[in-house]
């Protein structure tokens, strides 16, 4: 109670209005799962004796044409993290549903709360999503594939892994094989 209090009033003093507080809430969260995560992977390729990260540093006052293929940026790489955790979030949403509708009155519960987390990660990533689409769709086919393609590797793996269901409790367990290792 203490925190939100705090924050509250923090508001309040500093002028900043919530929808200002909101955006640099979806920035930081595109940034931490797009740019952040390229940053950290190019790091540890730089602790790699054999592999070589470094940039070209170029002046303002530079020709154009010596050094034009430097400002062209790709920005596909950094397009796959965000549009593979929206999918990931929805095929979430759309599953939680599926298997609640199938699992009955005790399944409802549960469902609650992880559709709320799955929603709140797609309202972060909602501008993202916007400004992807908006563009004519005109979204590099590459980046779709490839986002479908880790969707569903994760989305395999946790169902794989099902950290939701107890390893004790036999009646939950289907007694079909169903798992890869079967």
Same mark, same amino acid.
């Given at each position: 109670?203490?925190?939100? $209090? =705090?924050? *509250?009033?923090?508001?309040?003093?500093?002028? !900043? /209005?919530?929808?200002?507080?909101?955006? @640099?809430?979806?920035?930081?969260?595109?940034?931490?799962?797009?740019?952040?995560?390229?940053?950290?992977?190019?790091?540890?390729?730089?602790?790699?004796?054999?592999?070589?990260?470094?940039?070209?540093?170029?002046?303002?006052?530079?020709?154009?044409?010596?050094?034009?293929?430097?400002?062209?940026?790709?920005?596909?790489?950094?397009?796959?993290?965000? $549009? =593979?955790? *929206?999918?990931?979030?929805?095929?979430?949403? !759309? /599953?939680?549903?599926?298997?609640?509708? @199938?699992?009955?009155?005790?399944?409802?519960?549960?469902?609650?709360?992880?559709?709320?987390?799955?929603?709140?990660?797609?309202?972060?990533?909602?501008?993202?999503?916007?400004?992807?689409?908006?563009?004519?769709?005109?979204?590099?086919?590459?980046?779709?594939?490839?986002?479908?393609?880790?969707?569903?590797?994760?989305?395999?793996?946790?169902?794989?892994?099902?950290?939701?269901?107890?390893?004790?409790?036999?009646?939950?367990?289907?007694?079909?094989?169903?798992?890869?290792?079967?």
């Amino acid at each position: 109670m203490s925190i939100i $209090t =705090t924050s *509250i009033l923090e508001l309040r003093w500093s002028g !900043v /209005t919530i929808k200002a507080i909101w955006r @640099n809430e979806q920035f930081w969260v595109i940034r931490g799962v797009s740019a952040h995560l390229f940053a950290v992977f190019q790091g540890f390729l730089k602790m790699l004796p054999s592999i070589d990260t470094n940039f070209t540093v170029t002046a303002k006052a530079a020709d154009d044409t010596e050094f034009g293929e430097l400002y062209i940026i790709k920005w596909t790489t950094l397009l796959i993290p965000p $549009t =593979t955790l *929206i999918i990931v979030n929805m095929v979430g949403v !759309v /599953t939680g549903f599926s298997d609640a509708l @199938n699992g009955g009155y005790e399944s409802w519960g549960p469902l609650f709360g992880k559709v709320f987390f799955a929603f709140w990660v797609i309202f972060h990533l909602y501008s993202f999503f916007k400004g992807l689409m908006g563009r004519q769709n005109r979204t590099p086919t590459i980046v779709i594939l490839w986002s479908v393609l880790l969707a569903s590797i994760f989305s395999l793996v946790w169902v794989k892994i099902n950290p939701f269901i107890s390893k004790t409790d036999s009646s939950t367990i289907s007694r079909t094989c169903i798992s890869i290792d079967c």
